[in-house]
């Protein structure tokens, strides 16, 4: 089993940054791919991210691209997410989750180990 916590949520302004963390426990020789997923209120779950097993092939979602960065850093166990030029459509909670395969995308289904979840607020 692989347990994942999240942080580095929080309040910021339009136009500011935030950088999200993922740390994983356990069983981590089980993680191969990562990603990053939100769900903002009233709003399907969608995936915002997502980065292979040792760092070099990552996806963004349009809506995100050029303005968030995905990194890992596996002696550290954690994953990444710098999140720059943040906008009120951002907010949303913003959930952790690990593969077992090498290579995944931004679908619910290809993860199988999920964080809590942290808080991001874009607002004046």
């Known amino acids: 089993q692989v347990h994942l916590v999240e942080s580095g949520g929080g309040l910021v302004q339009p136009g500011g940054s935030l950088r999200l963390s993922c740390r994983a426990s356990g069983a981590t020789s089980e993680t191969g791919a990562m990603a990053w997923f939100r769900q903002a209120p009233d709003h399907e779950r969608e995936g915002v991210s997502s980065?292979?097993?040792?760092?070099?092939?990552?996806n963004y979602a349009a809506s995100v691209k050029g303005r968030f960065t995905i990194s890992r850093d596996n002696t550290e166990n954690t994953l990444f997410l710098q999140m720059n030029s943040l906008k009120p459509e951002d907010t949303a909670v913003y959930f952790c989750a690990a593969s077992r395969f090498l290579f995944a995308g931004t679908r619910d289904r290809e993860y199988d180990y999920w964080g809590q979840g942290t808080q991001v607020t874009v607002a004046s």
């Open positions: 980065i292979n097993y040792d760092g070099r092939v990552t």
